[in-house]
């Protein structure tokens, strides 16, 4: 550091990035801590209050005294300590970086550096950054109060493992274990994971776990024409969401030379398949006033999840390496063949909606949000060419064909009884 930049120092004063003490006391612990849990910093010893240089020289006593307290917190920070001459008066500068395995604690608590103080933590700030560093998970954390065997879910248990190809040899109790699902001693306890994949009263013990699939009139939240909300067991909440946007999106149908009927949905069902899975697995559980979210709108489908992205935005799409959430859903996720753990699944639903020419869009924020457009009757292949059934195409005694079908959905503009439609048509079924 030059003399000029130091008198710059000392004009701007303390900041979000600095601190003046005048002397080595056990409270620049409390500076380490701030600046260690925010973006970083550094302490000047040997200022006054009216940042007038008062000087402190960095004898081995006073550099031994600083590293011990850097050392004594949890986990020890890795600072550099530096003399600085100013004027025939020495300071020292301690330099602080942001610490990659917050939060970092002192002996007096927990600490984040605001404007120029460093405040305490209050308890949901440190839960946070525990949350957020995954230094705990709700997957891993158990309910004591959930009774094992009786509120144990047998049939999803067995439905799991024929996913997982698994044959059951030993105790079940052990493979359950194995897998992440609880913990076996005296008394076999689930976590969470295990609740809620195989609990068969769920919803007593994590009620904030299911998945809420809502079909809108029009392209705003207003009239809701169908909703369903899944609450049976993961991978079964998956399955029925899944339906729900097979039931309620539009399919083309293909027929090339003389050959089989082929089926290709609006959006394709590998992009839906990710943002589906991805919602479910990667949200955040911590999180009780909030679902995965997946609704359907006339121009778009979106599928939403609390929880705010492992990783940089920018990063989007371009990572090989999975960030997990909940490792252990991940791996039973994974175990089941729907997922890989290469990091992909945001770009292959990239890759499968450019295939089709749509656009698919990424918000992020406490909410992590995938929004597919859907393309617009016009959009689909061109009907009445041997890639579609044509518009003409007469209806059988079993359903309608397109001219019938259109007909319908104009004269139900307005209500009309099941009655009325099939007069229109000449049919008594």
Known sequence: MKKKEFEEILKTGEGAK??????VTPGIGRELSAFANTAGGRIFIGIDDKNQVQGCRLSNQSKSRIQDI????????????DPFKYKDKEVIVITVPESIDKPVQCSDGF??????????????????????????RYEDQFHEDFKYPEDFNDTAFAELMKRMNVTI??????????????????????????????????????????????????????????????RDGLFQDYDNAFKFLQQHLRLEYVIEGGGPRKEIPEIPYEALKEALLNAIIHRDYFEIGARVMVEIFDDRVEISNPGELLFEKE?????TVSVARNPILFDLFNRMQLIEKVGTGI???????????????????TFFTVIFSRPGLDEISEIGTMQAPSRHQAGTKLAPGWHQAYKILEYCREAKSIIDIMAIFDRKD
């Open 70 to 81: 850097a050392n004594n917190c949890d986990p020890r920070i890795s600072i550099r300590i």
């Open 347 to 365: 770009k292959r639903i990239i890759s499968a909606v450019a295939e089709r020419n749509l656009s698919v869009e990424f918000e992020t924020g």
């Open 169 to 230: 040899t030993g105790q079940r109790e052990d493979l359950l274990q194995n897998l992440g699902l609880g913990k076996n001693g005296k008394e076999f306890k689930m976590n969470n994971a295990g609740i809620m994949l195989l609990g068969k009263k769920r919803d007593l013990y994590i009620r904030q776990v299911y998945v809420t699939c809502v079909l809108f009139k029009g392209t705003e939240k207003i009239k809701i024409i169908d909703r369903k909300d899944f």
């Open 315 to 319: 990063q989007i799409g371009k990572r």
């Open 111 to 136: 600490f984040l550096r605001e404007g120029a103080n460093s405040q305490k933590m209050t308890r949901s700030e440190i839960f946070y950054w525990a949350q957020k560093t995954r230094k705990i």
């Open 18 to 23: 600095l601190e003046f003490k005048k002397s």
